[in-house]
Protein backbone atom coordinates (compact mmCIF):
# COMPACT_ATOMS: atom_id res chain seq x y z
CA UNK A 1 0.00 0.00 0.00
CA UNK A 2 1.59 3.17 -1.39
CA UNK A 3 0.07 6.87 -0.38
CA UNK A 4 2.86 9.23 -1.20
CA UNK A 5 0.83 12.73 -0.90
CA UNK A 6 2.06 15.31 1.03
CA UNK A 7 1.85 18.81 2.00
CA UNK A 8 4.07 21.43 1.58
CA UNK A 9 2.97 25.10 2.76
CA UNK A 10 3.76 28.46 3.06
CA UNK A 11 2.72 31.82 1.64
CA UNK A 12 4.19 31.74 -1.56
CA UNK A 13 4.02 34.00 -4.33
CA UNK A 14 5.81 33.66 -7.85
CA UNK A 15 6.96 37.03 -9.72
CA UNK A 16 5.68 37.64 -12.97
CA UNK A 17 7.97 40.16 -14.49
CA UNK A 18 11.71 40.93 -15.16
CA UNK A 19 10.90 43.94 -13.55
CA UNK A 20 10.38 41.72 -9.93
CA UNK A 21 13.57 40.93 -9.20
CA UNK A 22 14.05 43.91 -7.02
CA UNK A 23 12.07 41.66 -4.43
CA UNK A 24 14.37 39.87 -2.51
CA UNK A 25 16.78 39.11 -5.64
CA UNK A 26 13.77 37.56 -7.88
CA UNK A 27 13.18 34.78 -4.85
CA UNK A 28 10.97 32.17 -7.45
CA UNK A 29 10.81 34.71 -10.35
CA UNK A 30 9.59 32.22 -13.11
CA UNK A 31 10.21 34.27 -16.58
CA UNK A 32 7.14 34.15 -17.75
CA UNK A 33 3.66 31.94 -18.29
CA UNK A 34 4.87 28.34 -19.14
CA UNK A 35 2.51 25.61 -20.43
CA UNK A 36 2.06 22.21 -21.25
CA UNK A 37 -0.51 20.70 -23.56
CA UNK A 38 -3.90 22.72 -22.11
CA UNK A 39 -2.10 23.17 -19.07
CA UNK A 40 -1.39 26.87 -18.00
CA UNK A 41 1.25 27.46 -15.35
CA UNK A 42 0.80 29.94 -12.77
CA UNK A 43 1.95 33.40 -12.97
CA UNK A 44 1.34 35.68 -9.82
CA UNK A 45 0.68 40.00 -10.15
CA UNK A 46 1.63 42.12 -8.32
CA UNK A 47 3.09 40.52 -5.27
CA UNK A 48 6.63 42.70 -4.99
CA UNK A 49 4.29 45.59 -4.22
CA UNK A 50 3.43 43.64 -0.75
CA UNK A 51 5.63 43.39 2.33
CA UNK A 52 5.16 40.85 5.17
CA UNK A 53 5.54 42.51 8.38
CA UNK A 54 4.75 39.91 10.14
CA UNK A 55 4.42 35.54 9.73
CA UNK A 56 2.69 33.43 12.67
CA UNK A 57 2.95 29.31 12.05
CA UNK A 58 1.54 26.78 14.12
CA UNK A 59 1.73 23.59 13.49
CA UNK A 60 -0.31 20.95 15.28
CA UNK A 61 1.58 17.46 15.05
CA UNK A 62 -0.69 14.68 15.19
CA UNK A 63 0.05 11.10 14.30
CA UNK A 64 -1.41 11.04 11.46
CA UNK A 65 -1.93 14.86 9.54
CA UNK A 66 -1.16 18.36 10.72
CA UNK A 67 -3.77 21.28 11.96
CA UNK A 68 -1.85 23.95 10.31
CA UNK A 69 -2.58 28.01 11.00
CA UNK A 70 -0.69 30.85 9.52
CA UNK A 71 -1.06 34.15 10.40
CA UNK A 72 0.06 37.13 8.32
CA UNK A 73 0.04 40.71 8.61
CA UNK A 74 0.52 42.18 4.94
CA UNK A 75 1.44 45.92 3.82
CA UNK A 76 0.93 47.57 0.98
CA UNK A 77 4.29 49.93 0.56
CA UNK A 78 3.19 51.89 -2.35
CA UNK A 79 0.63 55.14 -2.17
CA UNK A 80 -1.43 53.83 -4.46
CA UNK A 81 -4.46 50.83 -4.57
CA UNK A 82 -3.42 47.20 -5.38
CA UNK A 83 -5.01 44.12 -6.43
CA UNK A 84 -2.40 41.42 -5.83
CA UNK A 85 -2.78 37.49 -7.31
CA UNK A 86 -1.00 34.89 -5.09
CA UNK A 87 -0.53 31.36 -4.99
CA UNK A 88 -0.24 28.82 -1.87
CA UNK A 89 2.23 25.86 -3.17
CA UNK A 90 1.08 21.87 -2.67
CA UNK A 91 2.84 19.13 -2.75
CA UNK A 92 2.59 15.59 -4.14
CA UNK A 93 5.56 13.40 -3.07
CA UNK A 94 7.47 11.70 -0.50
CA UNK A 95 10.48 13.47 -2.42
CA UNK A 96 10.94 16.73 -2.60
CA UNK A 97 12.94 16.36 -6.04
CA UNK A 98 10.43 14.45 -7.53
CA UNK A 99 9.42 15.64 -10.84
CA UNK A 100 6.01 16.09 -11.07
CA UNK A 101 2.96 15.43 -13.67
CA UNK A 102 2.08 18.24 -16.31
CA UNK A 103 -1.68 18.07 -15.38
CA UNK A 104 -4.00 19.41 -12.96
CA UNK A 105 -4.83 16.65 -9.56
CA UNK A 106 -8.98 16.18 -9.03
CA UNK A 107 -11.00 18.17 -6.79
CA UNK A 108 -8.67 19.39 -4.12
CA UNK A 109 -11.08 19.14 -1.11
CA UNK A 110 -10.49 15.50 -1.94
CA UNK A 111 -6.76 15.64 -2.00
CA UNK A 112 -4.94 14.46 1.45
CA UNK A 113 -1.67 17.26 0.95
CA UNK A 114 -4.25 20.81 1.58
CA UNK A 115 -7.56 19.35 3.47
CA UNK A 116 -10.14 21.98 4.18
CA UNK A 117 -8.37 24.73 3.08
CA UNK A 118 -9.84 28.36 4.10
CA UNK A 119 -8.20 31.72 3.88
CA UNK A 120 -9.54 34.74 4.94
CA UNK A 121 -8.20 38.46 4.56
CA UNK A 122 -9.49 40.85 7.09
CA UNK A 123 -12.03 38.10 8.14
CA UNK A 124 -13.55 38.31 4.73
CA UNK A 125 -13.41 34.82 3.17
CA UNK A 126 -11.15 35.20 -0.39
CA UNK A 127 -11.66 32.34 -2.63
CA UNK A 128 -8.92 30.01 -3.77
CA UNK A 129 -9.09 28.26 -6.98
CA UNK A 130 -6.77 24.81 -7.53
CA UNK A 131 -4.29 25.01 -10.50
CA UNK A 132 -1.90 22.20 -11.34
CA UNK A 133 1.77 23.42 -11.52
CA UNK A 134 3.42 22.49 -15.10
CA UNK A 135 7.19 22.69 -14.09
CA UNK A 136 9.20 19.61 -15.69
CA UNK A 137 11.98 19.49 -12.76
CA UNK A 138 14.38 21.62 -14.43
CA UNK A 139 13.88 24.29 -12.00
CA UNK A 140 14.84 22.62 -8.94
CA UNK A 141 12.87 25.40 -6.59
CA UNK A 142 9.71 24.35 -8.48
CA UNK A 143 10.69 20.61 -7.83
CA UNK A 144 8.21 18.40 -6.21
CA UNK A 145 5.08 21.41 -6.29
CA UNK A 146 1.94 19.53 -7.44
CA UNK A 147 -0.02 22.93 -7.92
CA UNK A 148 -1.22 26.65 -6.15
CA UNK A 149 -4.32 27.30 -4.36
CA UNK A 150 -4.82 30.75 -6.26
CA UNK A 151 -6.43 33.59 -4.51
CA UNK A 152 -6.60 37.77 -5.02
CA UNK A 153 -6.61 40.41 -2.75
CA UNK A 154 -7.03 44.16 -2.78
CA UNK A 155 -5.24 46.72 -0.32
CA UNK A 156 -5.88 50.22 -0.25
CA UNK A 157 -2.79 52.45 -0.54
CA UNK A 158 -0.73 51.69 2.35
CA UNK A 159 -2.69 49.35 3.75
CA UNK A 160 -2.26 47.05 6.42
CA UNK A 161 -4.59 43.83 6.38
CA UNK A 162 -4.21 40.46 8.42
CA UNK A 163 -4.61 36.96 6.08
CA UNK A 164 -5.51 34.11 7.92
CA UNK A 165 -4.81 30.54 6.45
CA UNK A 166 -6.54 27.10 7.75
CA UNK A 167 -6.15 23.67 6.59
CA UNK A 168 -5.35 20.22 7.30
CA UNK A 169 -2.56 17.57 5.98
CA UNK A 170 -1.92 13.96 5.85
CA UNK A 171 1.37 13.09 5.81
CA UNK A 172 2.75 10.73 3.02
CA UNK A 173 2.57 7.28 3.99
CA UNK A 174 4.73 4.55 2.88
CA UNK A 175 3.79 0.71 3.91
CA UNK A 176 5.48 -2.92 2.77
CA UNK A 177 5.33 -6.18 4.40
CA UNK A 178 7.03 -9.34 3.23
CA UNK A 179 4.71 -12.08 5.24
CA UNK A 180 3.63 -11.01 8.61
CA UNK A 181 7.11 -8.44 8.43
CA UNK A 182 6.23 -4.73 7.75
CA UNK A 183 7.14 -1.38 7.71
CA UNK A 184 5.98 2.08 7.72
CA UNK A 185 7.38 4.91 6.84
CA UNK A 186 7.86 8.48 8.95
CA UNK A 187 5.27 10.90 9.44
CA UNK A 188 7.14 14.13 7.41
CA UNK A 189 5.89 17.86 7.67
CA UNK A 190 7.56 20.14 4.81
CA UNK A 191 7.13 24.03 4.62
CA UNK A 192 8.84 25.92 1.85
CA UNK A 193 9.74 28.81 3.72
CA UNK A 194 12.04 29.81 0.53
CA UNK A 195 8.58 30.95 -1.27
CA UNK A 196 7.99 34.11 1.12
CA UNK A 197 10.95 35.12 -0.89
CA UNK A 198 8.76 36.56 -4.07
CA UNK A 199 7.25 39.40 -1.48
CA UNK A 200 8.22 42.72 -1.26
CA UNK A 201 11.76 42.91 1.14
CA UNK A 202 11.99 40.85 3.62
CA UNK A 203 9.91 39.30 6.65
CA UNK A 204 10.05 41.88 9.09
CA UNK A 205 8.98 39.25 12.08
CA UNK A 206 7.86 35.72 12.26
CA UNK A 207 7.68 32.90 14.73
CA UNK A 208 6.94 29.38 14.09
CA UNK A 209 5.87 27.03 16.38
CA UNK A 210 5.61 22.76 16.12
CA UNK A 211 3.54 21.43 18.88
CA UNK A 212 2.37 17.47 19.49
CA UNK A 213 -1.22 16.98 19.33
CA UNK A 214 -1.97 13.09 20.56
CA UNK A 215 1.65 11.97 20.22
CA UNK A 216 4.64 11.39 22.05
CA UNK A 217 6.48 14.44 22.65
CA UNK A 218 9.30 13.19 21.58
CA UNK A 219 8.69 11.83 18.53
CA UNK A 220 8.93 15.02 16.95
CA UNK A 221 12.26 15.78 15.60
CA UNK A 222 13.72 18.61 13.29
CA UNK A 223 15.66 17.34 10.49
CA UNK A 224 16.17 20.75 8.75
CA UNK A 225 17.57 22.95 9.08
CA UNK A 226 19.48 22.95 11.90
CA UNK A 227 19.73 25.64 14.66
CA UNK A 228 16.54 27.27 13.87
CA UNK A 229 14.25 25.96 15.85
CA UNK A 230 14.14 25.91 20.10
CA UNK A 231 12.46 23.41 22.31
CA UNK A 232 10.31 24.98 24.73
CA UNK A 233 8.46 22.51 27.17
CA UNK A 234 7.19 20.22 24.39
CA UNK A 235 7.30 22.90 21.75
CA UNK A 236 9.55 23.95 18.91
CA UNK A 237 9.92 27.55 18.37
CA UNK A 238 11.71 29.46 15.57
CA UNK A 239 11.58 33.33 15.87
CA UNK A 240 13.17 35.35 13.89
CA UNK A 241 13.29 39.12 12.25
CA UNK A 242 14.02 40.50 8.69
CA UNK A 243 14.40 37.13 7.14
CA UNK A 244 15.16 37.20 3.73
CA UNK A 245 14.43 33.35 2.92
CA UNK A 246 16.24 30.72 0.93
CA UNK A 247 15.98 27.03 0.12
CA UNK A 248 18.41 26.72 3.16
CA UNK A 249 15.32 27.79 5.48
CA UNK A 250 12.83 25.14 4.28
CA UNK A 251 12.18 22.99 6.70
CA UNK A 252 11.51 18.86 7.55
CA UNK A 253 9.80 17.69 10.63
CA UNK A 254 9.52 14.55 11.45
CA UNK A 255 6.84 13.91 13.51
CA UNK A 256 5.99 10.39 13.35
CA UNK A 257 9.11 7.86 13.73
CA UNK A 258 9.52 5.35 10.98
CA UNK A 259 8.09 1.58 12.19
CA UNK A 260 9.21 -1.54 11.79
CA UNK A 261 6.65 -4.64 13.44
CA UNK A 262 6.94 -8.34 13.65
CA UNK A 263 3.83 -10.74 15.23
CA UNK A 264 4.63 -12.34 18.55
CA UNK A 265 2.24 -15.19 17.67
CA UNK A 266 0.47 -15.38 14.29
CA UNK A 267 -1.74 -17.93 16.21
CA UNK A 268 -4.86 -15.62 16.58
CA UNK A 269 -7.10 -18.68 17.14
CA UNK A 270 -7.95 -17.12 20.72
CA UNK A 271 -8.88 -14.11 18.94
CA UNK A 272 -6.10 -11.92 20.13
CA UNK A 273 -3.26 -10.52 18.18
CA UNK A 274 0.11 -8.93 19.24
CA UNK A 275 3.57 -8.06 17.55
CA UNK A 276 6.80 -6.12 18.29
CA UNK A 277 7.23 -2.71 17.25
CA UNK A 278 10.33 -0.94 16.81
CA UNK A 279 10.88 2.75 16.50
CA UNK A 280 14.09 4.60 16.31
CA UNK A 281 15.29 1.37 17.89
CA UNK A 282 13.05 1.32 20.89
CA UNK A 283 10.56 -1.79 21.14
CA UNK A 284 7.60 -1.88 22.33
CA UNK A 285 4.78 -5.18 22.33
CA UNK A 286 1.52 -3.88 20.80
CA UNK A 287 -1.30 -6.68 22.02
CA UNK A 288 -5.15 -7.13 22.27
CA UNK A 289 -4.80 -9.50 25.55
CA UNK A 290 -7.58 -8.30 27.63
CA UNK A 291 -11.07 -8.70 28.48
CA UNK A 292 -13.53 -6.23 27.17
CA UNK A 293 -17.26 -5.35 27.63
CA UNK A 294 -19.43 -2.04 26.48
CA UNK A 295 -22.11 -0.11 27.78
CA UNK A 296 -24.37 -1.45 24.63
CA UNK A 297 -24.32 -3.47 21.52
CA UNK A 298 -25.93 -3.46 18.54
CA UNK A 299 -28.14 -6.25 17.79
CA UNK A 300 -26.87 -8.85 15.59
CA UNK A 301 -27.79 -8.50 11.75
CA UNK A 302 -28.18 -12.00 10.72
CA UNK A 303 -25.00 -13.43 11.30
CA UNK A 304 -22.96 -10.58 11.85
CA UNK A 305 -22.35 -9.76 15.58
CA UNK A 306 -21.04 -6.44 16.69
CA UNK A 307 -19.92 -7.60 20.29
CA UNK A 308 -17.15 -5.62 21.70
CA UNK A 309 -15.06 -9.13 22.20
CA UNK A 310 -14.38 -8.07 18.37
CA UNK A 311 -12.47 -5.25 18.75
CA UNK A 312 -9.72 -7.47 20.20
CA UNK A 313 -9.05 -8.80 16.84
CA UNK A 314 -8.51 -6.42 13.67
CA UNK A 315 -9.96 -9.02 10.67
CA UNK A 316 -13.33 -9.53 12.95
CA UNK A 317 -16.49 -7.67 12.48
CA UNK A 318 -16.68 -4.55 14.46
CA UNK A 319 -18.08 -3.17 17.24
CA UNK A 320 -21.23 -0.94 17.24
CA UNK A 321 -22.94 0.33 19.87
CA UNK A 322 -26.73 -0.53 20.55
CA UNK A 323 -27.78 2.89 21.99
CA UNK A 324 -30.14 5.46 20.48
CA UNK A 325 -28.63 8.46 19.03
CA UNK A 326 -25.01 8.85 17.18
CA UNK A 327 -23.78 6.59 20.32
CA UNK A 328 -22.16 9.80 22.16
CA UNK A 329 -21.66 8.86 26.10
CA UNK A 330 -21.05 5.56 25.24
CA UNK A 331 -18.02 3.52 26.33
CA UNK A 332 -15.91 0.18 25.87
CA UNK A 333 -14.12 -0.88 28.80
CA UNK A 334 -10.88 -3.22 29.00
CA UNK A 335 -9.19 -4.95 31.80
CA UNK A 336 -5.50 -6.33 30.69
CA UNK A 337 -5.45 -10.24 31.96
CA UNK A 338 -1.29 -9.10 32.38
CA UNK A 339 -1.46 -5.66 33.97
CA UNK A 340 1.98 -3.41 32.73
CA UNK A 341 2.51 0.24 32.25
CA UNK A 342 0.98 1.72 28.87
CA UNK A 343 3.18 3.58 26.40
CA UNK A 344 0.16 4.28 24.07
CA UNK A 345 -3.82 3.17 23.28
CA UNK A 346 -3.91 2.24 19.43
CA UNK A 347 -7.36 2.71 17.85
CA UNK A 348 -8.85 1.95 14.35
CA UNK A 349 -11.76 4.12 14.61
CA UNK A 350 -14.85 3.72 12.71
CA UNK A 351 -15.84 0.42 10.27
CA UNK A 352 -12.71 -0.87 8.46
CA UNK A 353 -14.55 -2.88 5.72
CA UNK A 354 -14.40 -0.42 2.94
CA UNK A 355 -14.00 3.69 2.80
CA UNK A 356 -17.56 3.54 1.92
CA UNK A 357 -18.46 1.67 5.11
CA UNK A 358 -16.31 3.99 7.22
CA UNK A 359 -17.77 7.07 5.85
CA UNK A 360 -21.67 5.47 6.43
CA UNK A 361 -21.33 5.01 10.19
CA UNK A 362 -20.32 6.98 12.85
CA UNK A 363 -16.48 7.40 14.07
CA UNK A 364 -15.33 8.38 17.31
CA UNK A 365 -14.12 12.50 17.80
CA UNK A 366 -13.28 12.45 20.97
CA UNK A 367 -12.18 10.17 23.63
CA UNK A 368 -11.55 10.00 27.56
CA UNK A 369 -9.63 7.87 28.64
CA UNK A 370 -10.01 6.52 32.23
CA UNK A 371 -6.66 4.72 33.26
CA UNK A 372 -7.30 2.64 37.17
CA UNK A 373 -9.86 5.12 37.56
CA UNK A 374 -7.76 8.04 38.70
CA UNK A 375 -5.61 9.23 35.27
CA UNK A 376 -7.60 10.23 32.46
CA UNK A 377 -6.73 11.15 29.31
CA UNK A 378 -8.34 12.87 26.38
CA UNK A 379 -7.83 12.49 22.70
CA UNK A 380 -8.82 14.22 19.71
CA UNK A 381 -9.18 11.48 16.82
CA UNK A 382 -8.76 12.32 12.86
CA UNK A 383 -11.58 11.48 10.74
CA UNK A 384 -9.05 9.30 9.15
CA UNK A 385 -9.45 5.47 7.76
CA UNK A 386 -6.17 4.15 9.74
CA UNK A 387 -5.02 3.25 13.28
CA UNK A 388 -4.52 6.19 15.76
CA UNK A 389 -2.67 5.97 18.51
CA UNK A 390 -2.99 7.92 21.81
CA UNK A 391 -0.21 8.10 24.01
CA UNK A 392 0.19 7.46 27.63
CA UNK A 393 2.25 10.20 29.56
CA UNK A 394 3.11 10.88 32.92
CA UNK A 395 1.71 7.20 34.60
CA UNK A 396 3.85 4.57 34.92
CA UNK A 397 1.66 2.62 37.10
CA UNK A 398 0.39 -0.70 35.84
CA UNK A 399 -3.25 -0.56 34.01
CA UNK A 400 -5.28 -3.32 35.68
CA UNK A 401 -8.69 -1.57 33.91
CA UNK A 402 -9.64 1.07 31.63
CA UNK A 403 -12.73 3.19 29.92
CA UNK A 404 -12.88 4.86 26.74
CA UNK A 405 -15.59 6.69 26.91
CA UNK A 406 -16.84 8.09 23.23
CA UNK A 407 -17.41 11.99 24.01
CA UNK A 408 -17.97 13.34 20.52
CA UNK A 409 -18.27 11.45 17.25
CA UNK A 410 -18.12 12.14 12.73
CA UNK A 411 -21.61 11.49 12.23
CA UNK A 412 -22.36 8.91 10.14
CA UNK A 413 -23.33 9.40 6.02
CA UNK A 414 -26.17 6.70 6.56
CA UNK A 415 -25.84 5.43 9.90
CA UNK A 416 -26.17 6.06 13.40
CA UNK A 417 -24.15 3.37 14.68
CA UNK A 418 -21.11 4.30 16.33
CA UNK A 419 -18.20 1.79 15.33
CA UNK A 420 -14.79 0.85 16.72
CA UNK A 421 -12.79 -2.16 14.56
CA UNK A 422 -9.71 -2.56 17.04
CA UNK A 423 -8.02 -1.51 20.11
CA UNK A 424 -4.63 -2.46 21.16
CA UNK A 425 -2.54 -1.81 24.42
CA UNK A 426 1.29 -0.81 23.76
CA UNK A 427 3.79 -1.92 26.07
CA UNK A 428 7.49 -1.01 26.41
CA UNK A 429 9.85 -3.66 26.21
CA UNK A 430 13.27 -3.47 28.21
CA UNK A 431 15.27 -5.21 25.23
CA UNK A 432 14.75 -6.53 21.41
CA UNK A 433 12.35 -9.40 21.18
CA UNK A 434 13.59 -12.81 19.69
CA UNK A 435 12.09 -12.24 16.82
CA UNK A 436 10.20 -15.38 14.68
CA UNK A 437 11.92 -15.09 10.81
CA UNK A 438 9.57 -13.89 8.10
CA UNK A 439 8.07 -17.02 6.08
Known amino acids: ?36 GDVAGFEPKATENVRILDEELTVHLGSSDAEVEVRYLMKNVTDRKVKVRFGFPVEESTDADAIMPKKSTPDPKRLNYCRD ?104 QVIKPVN ?13 EDLEPTLADDFEIEARPAQASYPENSDITDGTFSEYIERRKRWTMAHSNYQVKASSTLPPDGDIQYLPENVRNPWSEMWSEGAKGPGTGEWLELTPKTPKPLTAIAIKPGCFKSAALFQANARPKKLRIQLNGEKTLSADIPDLMEEIEIPVTDYNKPVK ?24 LHVRLDKKPNLQPAR
Request: with cysteine; glycine share 10%.
Open 117 to 220: YRITASGAPLKATWQGEVNDGSDRRFRGIAGWMISEATFAPNEEKPLLIRFRSIYPNEEWSVSEHGTRSAGLFRYRLSTAACWHGSIARGRITLKPRGIDPGWI
Open 228 to 240: RFKKEGNDWIWNF
Open 401 to 424: HLRITFDEVWPGSRFEDLCVTSIR
Open 1 to 36: MRNAILAAFSMAWLLGTATDLSANGGGFFRGGVESA
